[in-house]
């Protein structure tokens, strides 16, 4: 069963950055695509950068020149920087990984919170 587990979350200010981490038990390049997801209180589960296996990352609008995917093979760990964060950005984040088997077949992290409050 494929793992992901995740961490850097927290509280941070207006205007400051944090970076996550999701280690998944499996090498990055053993999925067809990887990327990040969020959820904010009462509101649905929404794309933040989601990148194939051999493509460039694709962002959310709302995030843009902010958040920045990094896939390091070496640590096998996918990175999600986010700069210049907003109170908008307070949600649950979720590390998500594909494969293509017969069909999508999706595996999720257990969510890490990120506030962003003053």
């Known amino acids: 069963q494929v793992q992901l587990v995740e961490s850097g979350g927290g509280l941070v200010q207006p205007g400051g950055s944090l970076r996550l981490s999701c280690v998944p038990s499996e090498s990055v390049f053993s999925f067809t695509t990887m990327g990040w997801y969020r959820q904010a209180p009462g509101k649905q589960r929404e794309l933040v950068v989601t990148k194939a296996r051999y493509g460039s990352p694709r962002y959310a609008d709302s995030v843009k020149g902010r958040f920045t995917l990094v896939r390091d093979h070496v640590n096998n760990t996918l990175f999600l920087q986010m700069n210049s964060l907003v109170p908008e950005d307070t949600a649950v984040y979720y590390c998500?990984?594909?494969?293509?088997?017969?069909?999508?077949?999706?595996?999720w992290g257990q969510g890490t919170q990120v506030t962003v409050s003053s």
């Open positions: 998500n990984a594909q494969r293509e088997l017969s069909g999508t077949v999706d595996y």
